[in-house]
């Protein structure tokens, strides 16, 4: 079922959501939403643009009922127990990226217990990580999401899929998932570059509208993601 707009809707996701605390909180997690930074080896800059969640979370404070935090930065090693602490994982980055084999059981055993990951490449980031998301899931696929799968749909509408941020190579934008039982753990965005509308305005000058279509749809990745 479509999640709608209204105060209703996200008043009981918010009650499911707290109901979820007990076992979050065993890892110091608060009551508030928060997206955590997966903080990844092999030399890629996983820390570019760090303005753009908490801008994110006031946008999705603005303009949903979510509780959230936006007093700091959260990074969170991929290997590390804490990890657990965060509903949500956001990566992003230009270059290589490298799990250890412990990493990639972590983060598998994250994904498997109700954990999310979204994945935003920022630009010569696909190569390295669908060879080592291989490593986490050896025997899942990236699939392509259609466009009317209830992540464009969550908050707000966009029944085109992905809208488009950053020019890179003048391909469209593609939406991709990876799923575990039937539940999509793993989003994960190419040709759009939505992080980068996130971040703060004279950071890439995008214009406002543009600012805003990426704005909306990490809202919906957040409302999707404490949802399913």
């Given at each position: 079922?479509?999640?709608?707009?209204?105060?209703?809707?996200?008043?009981?996701?918010?009650?499911?959501?707290?109901?979820?605390?007990?076992?979050?909180?065993?890892?110091?997690?608060?009551?508030?939403?928060?997206?955590?930074?997966?903080?990844?080896?092999?030399?890629?800059?996983?820390?570019n643009d760090v303005s753009s969640?908490?801008?994110?979370?006031?946008?999705?404070?603005?303009?949903?009922?979510?509780?959230?935090?936006?007093?700091?930065?959260?990074?969170?090693?991929?290997?590390?127990?804490?990890?657990?602490?965060?509903?949500?994982?956001?990566?992003?980055?230009?270059?290589?990226?490298?799990?250890?084999?412990?990493?990639?059981?972590?983060?598998?055993?994250?994904?498997?217990?109700?954990?999310?990951?979204?994945?935003?490449?920022?630009?010569?980031?696909?190569?390295?990580?669908?060879?080592?998301?291989?490593?986490?899931?050896?025997?899942?696929?990236?699939?392509?999401?259609?466009?009317?799968?209830?992540?464009?749909?969550?908050?707000?509408?966009?029944?085109?899929?992905l809208p488009k941020i950053h020019?890179?190579?003048?391909?469209?934008?593609?939406?991709?998932?990876?799923?575990?039982?039937?539940?999509?753990?793993?989003?994960?965005?190419?040709?759009?570059?939505?992080?980068?509308?996130?971040?703060?305005?004279?950071?890439?000058?995008?214009?406002?509208?543009?600012?805003?279509?990426?704005?909306?749809?990490?809202?919906?990745?957040?409302?999707?993601?404490?949802?399913?």
């Amino acid at each position: 079922m479509l999640i709608s707009k209204n105060n209703i809707a996200l008043t009981v996701i918010l009650l499911l959501f707290a109901a979820s605390q007990s076992v979050w909180s065993q890892t110091g997690a608060s009551s508030e939403f928060v997206v955590a930074r997966l903080k990844y080896g092999g030399g890629g800059d996983w820390y570019n643009d760090v303005s753009s969640e908490l801008n994110l979370l006031e946008f999705v404070r603005q303009n949903t009922t979510i509780d959230v935090q936006i007093k700091t930065e959260e990074f969170v090693e991929v290997g590390s127990e804490k990890l657990f602490a965060y509903p949500l994982a956001f990566m992003t980055g230009h270059g290589n990226i490298s799990f250890t084999d412990s990493e990639a059981r972590n983060l598998r055993r994250y994904l498997e217990n109700g954990g999310f990951l979204y994945v935003d490449d920022d630009y010569g980031l696909d190569k390295a990580f669908r060879r080592e998301m291989k490593k986490v899931f050896p025997d899942k696929e990236f699939v392509e999401l259609p466009f009317n799968h209830e992540i464009y749909t969550a908050h707000f509408k966009f029944p085109n899929g992905l809208p488009k941020i950053h020019e890179h190579d003048k391909n469209p934008p593609q939406g991709f998932g990876i799923f575990h039982e039937g539940r999509l753990v793993v989003y994960y965005t190419y040709e759009t570059n939505l992080a980068d509308g996130w971040a703060d305005a004279e950071v890439h000058k995008n214009p406002e509208n543009v600012r805003r279509k990426a704005l909306e749809m990490g809202t919906n990745i957040v409302v999707y993601a404490l949802t399913n």
